[in-house]
Every structure is written in C-alpha cells, then in structure tokens.
C-alpha cells in the first residue's frame, strides 16, 4: 500500500483537478485513470491475488469441516424429535424409538430422510474473492486508511460466518420437523387421529408470512399456504426458500382420538 501511495496520490489530485475544472469529459477520463491504477496495483497485483486465494481457500475449508458437523448431527436431532411423540403425546401409547446410529443407516438408503448440505466449493471462493477485492477497491477509491481497509475485509468473514449459521439453522430446523412429521405418521398408521400445528418463534426476527400461520391446524399430509406456495413442514426442503432458510418454526400435534384397531 505504501509503495503505491505516491503514483495514486497524482492521480487522485489530476482527478480533483478535473472536479474543479467542472469538465466532465475530463472528470470521466481522470477517474478511469485513477480506478484503472488502483486495480492493477492491487487486485491485478500477483502478491495481493495469493493472499486472497489463500485466505477464501481457508473460508472454504472452515465452511466445509462446519457442514461435515452439522450434517452429522442431523441424525441425532431428528431421532430426539420423532421420539418426542411418543414420549410426551399420549399415555400408555407408544411406537418403536429409533436412535441415532438407526436414523444414520436409514439416512444412507434414503437420502430424502435427512436435509444434507454440501459445499459448492468453486462458487463459495468466487463469492469471498469478489466481496474481498469489492471491499479493498472501495476502501482505496475512498481515500480510506489502512485500518478501515482491514475492517472492511474482515466484515467478509463475518458474512461468511453469519451465512454458516443460517445454513446450520436452517437444516436443524428441517431435521427437527422432519422427525416429528414421520413420527406423526406412525401414529396415524397406529389408528391416531390428529391434525398438526403450526408453532412460530414469538419475536421480531420470525417472518410475518410465518407469524400469519401460527396456530394453523392442518391434517398431516396437508400442506400449510401462504403467498410463498405450499409447506408440508417448517424447514421442508421442497417448498419454495422464502418459505425455508434461517426458519425457526416448529410444529406439534393435536391428538382428536382413535381408530378402532382389531390388532392393538
């Protein structure tokens, strides 16, 4: 940064000059110079492209050893919610409980079972590479010193962060109602009768097409609608992401009665 400092000082005082000058020809032609030197000693800078290659690659591979966790999780939380009915619904009824090593092997002959992320390894780069070098060309195009540079590159990881977080609370949330919703149809096979309701997160960070169907009772192979199309649970991989990513709804099961069974 210092080496080039005193080539793009010039250039930034031609292009003030120019502004002075009220001649916007001459404004254009001073601030293509200006930019054009900015980016080739920076982003076209063989130094400065190692460096960010080598710090996307370590983004990346944090992102990747996240998912593998998350993914591997996701069977533990969808066995704690299908045992959940059982459990807590109706006493003196109850269905064989699936635990987490049953819901792994299950998850491996049917890959719908379980939400799974993978890592789009060229894209995940491509997004921190062109939102790092965005950042360092603003904060130069700006006059701004090293250290705000510094902020604003380090803002990237934070996004990066915040997009891990929402992934894994999205898939949780998906693994979780996905386990209450087959657990709910084991029920109905057993001779229950109940409907399913939709239960929202209570505060300002829950979407208002989501709040609108708190309370929401439908049967269990009914779908819950709103203006984002249709929803068979919070977290359903199949409805529309509007209607999926960062949700943090629930459902739970309203119990109506019985079927008589000759074999129970």
Not at 14 to 41: F, H, P, Q
Not at 62 to 67: H, I, K, Q
């Amino acid at each position: 940064m210092k080496s080039i400092e005193p080539k793009l000082n010039k250039l930034k005082a031609a292009l003030d000059e120019a502004k002075r000058s009220g001649d916007s020809k001459l404004i254009a032609k001073a601030k293509e110079e200006y930019e054009r030197a900015v980016r080739n000693m920076t982003l076209n800078n063989e130094r400065y492209k190692a460096l960010v290659n080598e710090t996307t690659a370590k983004l990346t591979n944090a992102n990747e050893v996240a998912t593998d966790y998350v993914n591997d999780r996701m069977a533990k939380v969808y066995s704690i919610n299908y045992n959940q009915f059982a459990e807590n619904s109706i006493s003196g009824y109850s269905f064989t409980l699936v635990n987490e090593q049953a819901v792994k092997n299950l998850a491996t002959k049917d890959k719908l079972l379980l939400p799974k992320r993978k890592i789009d390894i060229p894209k995940d780069k491509q997004w921190n590479v062109k939102n790092i070098n965005s950042e360092l060309l603003q904060g130069i195009l700006q006059g701004e010193s090293v250290t705000k540079i510094a902020d604003r590159i380090a803002h990237v990881t934070d996004m990066n962060e915040k997009s891990a977080i929402k992934i894994a609370r999205t898939m949780t949330t998906s693994a979780e109602n996905k386990g209450r919703q087959d657990s709910f149809k084991e029920a109905v096979r057993d001779g229950v009768i109940l409907v399913r309701e939709w239960v929202a997160t209570q505060d300002d960070r829950t979407r208002a097409w989501h709040m609108d169907l708190n309370g929401v009772q439908v049967g269990l192979d009914e779908p819950w609608e709103n203006d984002y199309g249709e929803i068979m649970y919070p977290g359903d991989p199949d409805a529309d992401p509007a209607n999926v990513y960062n949700c943090r709804c629930s459902m739970r099961s309203i119990v109506k009665g019985f079927k008589w069974n000759d074999k129970r």
